[in-house]
């Protein structure tokens, strides 16, 4: 009786791990999005950005929401090319229903802010004019998932990676995506180098998963951690030695805190931008009231 109870409980438990690992895959296949970069000389390239959604602590009753990237994947940009799913809203009178549609974004670089350091690659693009286009215009909301800090290691997750872990990388290489559902590529390897050191100096780590074009601006994450969260390592920027062997390049994700607390203290220091940050703050606040 005894060995059957506790068969029953380690089913149950089997298939609670296995629902929570299901639902993190779904949010996660939901969290990037292509960009398209027509340059000024009207030539294309293409990257990955994700979703972040940013709290710096806990007295903002809202976030700051982006599109994290690389800045070499919007450099010279004319328009930014994107695609997204969306949702009606709900407080929309029209049956919900999915959609897909496409979005120009016209003077990128109003929307752009680069981490401070000229040698990290890596920019934010705020996604404060797509949403209200989506919502003002359509009535409705983008259906993606966003990454936050709390999916950033700190120092006591770290001090328990090993040298070696399996990671996955989800982008569009080569710019493949599934058109009819907007489903970015997922791709598995392991870290090269261990997390807890800085590779050559820099907030950088290497993986073992080939830097095909397209995938600059690809979340690495970290996903089965003791069947926990999918933690979010780092950003995908390139190939080591111009490429010529199977090893990526990425950048810490603690690069992407830096980006936004940057951001942050500029603000701060015009009045008015700080009168714009308490609004932002009370945002959230005055909408559960």
């Not at 990671?167 to 870290?191: F, H």
Request: hydrophobic content about 35%; glycine content about 4%; proline content about 4%.
């Amino acid at each position: 009786m005894r060995k059957q109870y506790f068969t029953i409980i380690l089913l149950i438990f089997t298939i609670m791990t296995n629902f929570a690992q299901d639902s993190n895959s779904d949010n996660l296949i939901k969290s990037t999005v292509r960009i398209i970069n027509q340059k000024q000389s009207d030539s294309l390239f293409v990257g990955t950005g994700f979703f972040f959604s940013y709290n710096p602590d806990e007295s903002w009753n809202s976030r700051i929401e982006a599109i994290v990237t690389n800045k070499h994947v919007v450099k010279d940009a004319k328009v930014l090319k994107l695609s997204f799913r969306t949702k009606t809203s709900s407080d929309s009178l029209q049956p919900e229903k999915d959609l897909i549609r496409n979005y120009d974004l016209t003077n990128p670089n109003d929307w752009i802010f680069n981490h401070p350091d000229p040698n990290v690659d890596l920019c934010i693009i705020f996604l404060k004019p797509i949403t209200q286009h989506f919502l003002n215009k359509f009535g409705e909301k983008l259906d993606i998932s966003y990454f936050t800090k709390e999916l950033i290691p700190d120092k006591a997750v770290i001090d328990k990676l090993s040298a070696i872990e399996d990671v996955l990388m989800i982008g569009y290489p080569k710019g493949i995506i599934d058109a009819s559902k907007l489903y970015p590529i997922t791709r598995k390897g392991i870290t090269s180098t261990p997390y807890d050191i800085d590779f050559n100096n820099k907030k950088d780590f290497l993986t073992d998963i080939f830097a095909i074009g397209g995938s600059s601006g690809s979340p690495v994450i970290l996903y089965k951690f003791n069947n926990s969260h999918p933690y979010l390592l780092g950003i995908h920027y390139g190939g080591l030695d111009d490429n010529k062997i199977n090893l990526g390049v990425n950048l810490k994700s603690i690069r992407i805190i830096e980006t936004f607390d940057f951001f942050i203290s500029l603000k701060l220091q015009d009045p008015k931008q700080r009168e714009y940050l308490e609004e932002v703050k009370k945002a959230g606040k005055d909408k559960k009231q």
